[in-house]
């Protein structure tokens, strides 16, 4: 194999994810549905998350998209990097990214299974890209016990009627924020992308597919559908990055204060409540009370989140510090795990 293979599906924002990204960076590869006619051939990937990229060297098999692109950077250092050279402009990057893959998927799950028109096309959806070969009653049943088993996750990831308005108020305020930037740059971090942009990217592209969050983002923010739409496959785009000394797009500092008022504290109270071996947290956001349940890998993205600003020299997280301003995530980054 003289190629990448990136198995996934359609309704996987991190699939779009990685799929785009390998795109941008002119990496040859193939893309394949996961489906039940290969699942057998993943039966030691564990855990099955999607997507899957198997290494044209050795058929090894990887998964979870962030550290996929960050190995994908070690492997094609000079393959059109979505990594920004300034540490600052890359730590904030990586922020923007981890927000994108740990809060914008409760949008997604939201409104793709709160709403009976979403869980419709989007239970059918699912169904025809992993049974391709079933019509009829066994295609509705395979929809039906799909959206039955989402449904039920629903508490789980903090997608309940308490959390709704903050949900769906989170969602457009970053498509809002985006549809102001795409008109004067064109990403992030200047006139190339960014992981952060495919971080955002990913779960964007999937809500932009769904009935009840498109008609919200056509509504509201088409330049953002269209900004979705071309990042879809940018091998075409040619750019530069920011320089240090530059401002960064207004849109992006806002960007970066969303994450210090509301991913960054979220962070924290799942993590407060790993430690004290608490099974669910409750917490203030945006004025808003928020709960769900607790999530070990979100610990993980907190404590990698303090690394990487620790790693930075004092210069640096003092540029950090003000652009977070006076939000709270600016005291996160700062405490300790203990």
């Not at 699939?15 to 002119?26: D, G, N, P, Q, W």
């Not at 893309?31 to 006619?37: K, Y």
């Not at 169904?127 to 039906?144: I, K, L, Q, V």
């Not at 240090?244 to 409540?273: H, I, K, S, W």
Request: hydrophobic residues 40%; charged residues 25%.
């Amino acid at each position: 194999m003289d190629h990448y293979r990136i198995v996934g599906t359609n309704g996987s924002g991190y699939s779009r994810k990685v799929r785009a990204i390998l795109r941008y960076r002119r990496l040859p590869h193939v893309w394949e549905l996961r489906t039940d006619r290969n699942i057998d051939e993943f039966a030691r990937v564990r855990p099955l998350l999607m997507p899957i990229l198997q290494y044209p060297e050795d058929g090894s098999m990887h998964i979870d998209s962030t550290p996929i692109a960050y190995a994908l950077e070690e492997r094609h250092p000079n393959r059109r990097s979505i990594v920004p050279p300034d540490p600052v402009h890359a730590f904030l990057s990586h922020l923007i990214e981890d927000m994108g893959d740990e809060w914008l998927t409760k949008p997604l799950f939201h409104y793709r299974w709160s709403f009976d028109r979403d869980i419709r096309y989007a239970s059918f959806w699912i169904a025809d890209d992993f049974h391709p070969d079933r019509t009829g009653e066994e295609r509705s049943a395979a929809a039906r016990e799909f959206a039955e088993r989402q449904i039920a996750r629903l508490p789980v990831v903090g997608c309940t009627p308490g959390n709704a308005p903050l949900i769906e108020e989170s969602y457009r305020h970053v498509i809002a924020l985006l549809d102001t930037h795409v008109s004067a740059f064109s990403y992030l971090f200047g006139s190339r992308p960014a992981l952060g942009d495919f971080g955002l990217f990913g779960q964007l592209a999937t809500l932009a597919s769904d009935p009840t969050p498109m008609a919200i983002m056509r509504n509201e923010a088409q330049r953002t559908e269209s900004w979705v739409r071309t990042l879809d496959d940018a091998s075409g785009i040619e750019g530069e990055w920011l320089d240090p000394g530059e401002e960064l797009p207004d849109a992006t500092v806002q960007m970066v204060r969303y994450c210090g008022d509301l991913y960054l504290p979220f962070l924290e109270g799942n993590a407060r409540a790993a430690r004290a071996g608490h099974p669910e947290f409750t917490i203030e956001l945006l004025g808003r009370p928020y709960s769900q349940s607790v999530f070990g890998y979100q610990v993980k993205c907190l404590e990698e989140l303090r690394r990487r600003y620790q790693a930075l020299d004092e210069a640096g997280r003092r540029r950090v510090d003000a652009l977070l301003g006076q939000t709270a995530g600016r005291n996160v980054l700062r405490r300790a795990a203990a």
